[in-house]
């Protein structure tokens, strides 16, 4: 029998944007990057409405997400490996909130961080 998808098993849409608005609260609470989110230029429900299209995307195969590539969205940031990692811990915190197993997590974790180049010191 074939494997549900990842994005299947996250919940489809309707998990993922749980999750979202679940980090975007995290981040806000991260003293290490809650001013990135603070000051940034988007509002915070334009954050979490391309977040959400930018998972969706990406776990579905389904074309929704109309923003910048992610080199282009963090270039002149200069984010460091501890903003990254306090990003991940956030999300991390998300999924195991919305009761996410540890396989999905371990397999978002992985996504994420092979995006680790595109978002960095850039």
């Not at 009761?99 to 595109?118: H, R, S, T």
């Amino acid at each position: 029998m074939e494997q549900a998808t990842l994005f299947d098993r996250l919940g489809g849409r309707d998990g993922l944007s749980r999750v979202v608005h679940r980090v975007m609260a995290n981040h806000l609470a991260n003293p290490l990057v809650k001013t990135r989110f603070e000051h940034a230029r988007q509002t915070r429900e334009e954050m979490t409405n391309h977040a959400i299209e930018f998972f969706c995307t990406g776990l579905s195969g389904v074309a929704t997400y109309q923003g910048r590539p992610l080199p282009k969205a963090h270039a002149g940031m200069n984010i460091t490996e501890q903003e990254f990692v306090a990003v991940l811990d956030d999300i991390l915190a998300a999924l195991a909130a919305e009761n996410v197993a540890e396989l999905e997590q371990a397999e978002v974790l992985k996504i994420l961080y092979g995006m680790k180049p595109e978002i960095v010191r850039l």
